[in-house]
């Protein structure tokens, strides 16, 4: 998958904007707060439909103007698309070769994009629901049905508790929604279980490739149940067994809302005992483990955009990053030194300054 054109309006600092991509590795090179992260936003923006940056996409569009536009041409496995996305103060407008689209989740997935940015090292220390959103998000890149479910199963988790909140629980209806969320759930911990089962070899060739370590990682999936068994029967008898304290509490106590995921390293918790750097390299071969399983089962690279990662590392480190790059990947790069990217690939290079962009190589 390669992004072949990209055209900006009036997104953050960025007027106006039209760029080719004839590369496969983009740099784009420039002091900070000149506007590089704004055009990766933008290609994360455009494949997931929001900001990694903001919760509110309001702060996308340029201050003082009424509207943004994002626009581009994907390519995949030689078919172009053209993508564009509309964000005014009446909502989100999507279309696929200029043809509307009412639902996000058949926009997601046209423009695959992995990101690197330094927030991600917070990985390991933030709460289990932040690392819940990294998973899904990741997840759902690869499938579809993955996001229909979990879509499903937090509408039917908003009914439960809903419900919960009334002075008057009767335990029979009760029991039909529990039983209804039960289901809507089983799927999501087989596809989460299957995911990070799939995901741990190859977190664990690229770690050793970019550190040179022999350590063991696992990328732990914490579930509400045992993997192993009749998962219905013991998701759904643990929520009964909670029923009291979901009534007290007016809230559902159990279920896969609670899920977490941990990184360990040789059976103890990264978060624990590693050093910035070794945290630093974990989250780069993670990424580049789904990177891969992307591949996999797509049979197409996805879009990897690197935010200001060269600066945090070393050259030797730098390097390693480079050479493990497959050759057929598309890739942007956010530095505020070239020298940072050395590379015998051939590459575009283009310098941005107060949200202006020139390309110079």
């Given at each position: ?37 704004n ?15 903001v ?34 103060s ?53 499938s ?8 499903l ?31 809507a ?7 989460r ?9 190859i ?16 990328l ?22 909670s029923f009291q304290?979901d ?6 106590q ?19 005992v ?62 505020t ?25």
């Amino acid at each position: 998958m390669k992004v072949k054109n990209l055209e900006l309006k009036q997104f953050r600092n960025i007027s106006n904007l039209n760029l080719s991509f004839n590369k496969n590795i983009n740099v784009f090179v420039g002091d900070n707060g000149q506007g590089k992260t704004n055009i990766i936003e933008s290609l994360v923006y455009l494949s997931s439909g929001r900001s990694f940056r903001v919760s509110s996409d309001e702060y996308l569009i340029q201050y003082g103007k009424e509207f943004l536009s994002v626009i581009a041409d994907i390519e995949d496995q030689n078919n172009t698309q053209n993508l564009k996305v509309v964000l005014s103060s009446a909502g989100k407008y999507l279309q696929v070769n200029q043809q509307p689209l009412k639902k996000m989740t058949e926009f997601i997935g046209r423009c695959n994009v992995v990101l690197f940015n330094p927030e991600d090292i917070n990985f390991y220390s933030n709460s289990p629901r932040k690392r819940r959103r990294e998973i899904d998000f990741e997840l759902g890149k690869m499938s579809k049905r993955y996001l229909n479910q979990l879509s499903l199963s937090n509408k039917l988790l908003s009914e439960r508790n809903a419900y919960l909140k009334n002075k008057n629980v009767d335990q029979d209806f009760l029991e039909i929604l529990t039983e209804k969320l039960v289901d809507a759930s089983i799927l999501i911990i087989e596809m989460r279980a299957k995911f990070v089962h799939a995901l741990n070899p190859i977190i664990n060739h690229y770690y050793h490739l970019l550190s040179d370590s022999k350590d063991h990682i696992v990328l732990h999936y914490k579930a509400p149940i045992n993997l192993e068994g009749d998962l219905k029967a013991q998701l759904l008898s643990k929520m009964q067994d909670s029923f009291q304290r979901d009534c007290d509490f007016k809230v559902t106590q159990n279920g896969i809302h609670r899920d977490d995921f941990i990184f360990m390293i040789n059976d103890i918790p990264v978060v624990n005992v590693s050093s910035q750097g070794q945290k630093r390299m974990l989250i780069i071969a993670f990424k580049l483990a789904i990177v891969e399983l992307i591949f996999q089962s797509r049979k197409t690279y996805p879009i990897l955009c690197l935010d200001d990662l060269f600066s945090e590392l070393d050259n030797v480190r730098r390097e390693r990053v480079l050479n493990v790059l497959h050759e057929e990947m598309q890739v942007f790069i956010t530095t505020t030194d070239l020298d940072y990217v050395k590379s015998k690939r051939d590459k575009s290079v283009f310098k941005v300054v107060s949200g202006n962009v020139e390309e110079v190589i």
